[in-house]
């Protein structure tokens, strides 16, 4: 069967159904539960993403599939899970909410090219930023992924000596590179889904993103000129 966006959760009652889902080439965000009911919180972003995302979202009672139980381990709590190219990428077990959103966005540098929606009107100037941005598990989307211009995501910790070495390189970074490159810091102690969505291991570490894609992530306090010219290269890159 031909798989489809749907604008509403898909529902699966069998391995068999749900190897049909992966021939999508969507990204699917795939929750495994017991059939009982679930938290508004959880229920409703789940029901968002299906409406507004990209991406396949696709419930499985496993009360009625315990093969799908067997195959992804599931334990007695929801099991939340982001798929694509047939990969897990990503599991949060008893997830909320702002789960859902982590998970998105981990989702979003696999959805085809032609899926993606334009993230800002042509005739909207992007806006200019001379310091680097404090980003949030609520507003990463909005600011990083949507952003119309490249992002360098610095993940730090104010406790992290060598951030603070870092820090006044890309304050003064950002505002050389004002109007062609935004930085954003995102405090893993304050984040932690951020970090746990990307695998941050150490700090700092820094994520570029251009187009919605993440391109390339380097850990460590890097010098001034070799940070000078990562965001150059980053402002030259072409996106497929």
């Known amino acids: 069967m031909a798989i489809v966006k749907a604008d509403t959760p898909l529902l699966v009652a069998s391995s068999a159904e749900f190897n049909e889902m992966l021939k999508s080439e969507l990204p699917i965000l795939l929750l495994l539960w017991n059939g009982e009911a679930l938290r508004s919180d959880l229920k409703n972003e789940l029901d968002r993403v299906a409406r507004e995302e990209p991406m396949l979202v696709v419930k499985a009672d496993v009360s009625r599939a315990p093969e799908l139980a067997s195959r992804f381990e599931v334990g007695k709590h929801p099991l939340l899970l982001g798929i694509a190219n047939g990969e897990v990428i990503v599991r ?6 702002t789960d859902v959103s982590a998970i998105v966005e981990a989702l979003k540098p696999y959805v085809p090219t032609q899926q993606m929606p334009s993230v800002v ?17 609520q507003t990463f989307r909005k600011e990083v992924i949507e952003s ?25 970074l950002a505002a050389e590179f ?3 490159v935004r930085i954003a810091k995102v ?5 932690p889904i951020l970090a746990q969505t990307f695998n941050i291991m150490s700090i700092p570490t820094l994520m570029f993103v251009k187009g919605g894609k993440i391109v390339g992530q380097q850990a460590g306090a890097l010098p001034e000129h070799i940070l000078r010219d990562a965001l150059n290269q980053l402002v030259a890159l072409k996106i497929a």
């Open 121 to 137: 009107p042509p005739s909207a100037p992007p806006r200019v930023d001379t310091k680097p941005i404090k980003v949030t598990d």
């Open 178 to 180: 004002a109007g062609k």
């Open 148 to 172: 119309p211009l490249p992002v360098v995501v610095d993940f730090w910790a104010p406790w992290c000596g060598p951030c603070r070495q870092v820090a006044p390189i890309l304050d003064k």
């Open 92 to 97: 949060r077990n008893r997830p909320w909410g």
């Open 187 to 191: 405090n893993v102690d304050e984040n």
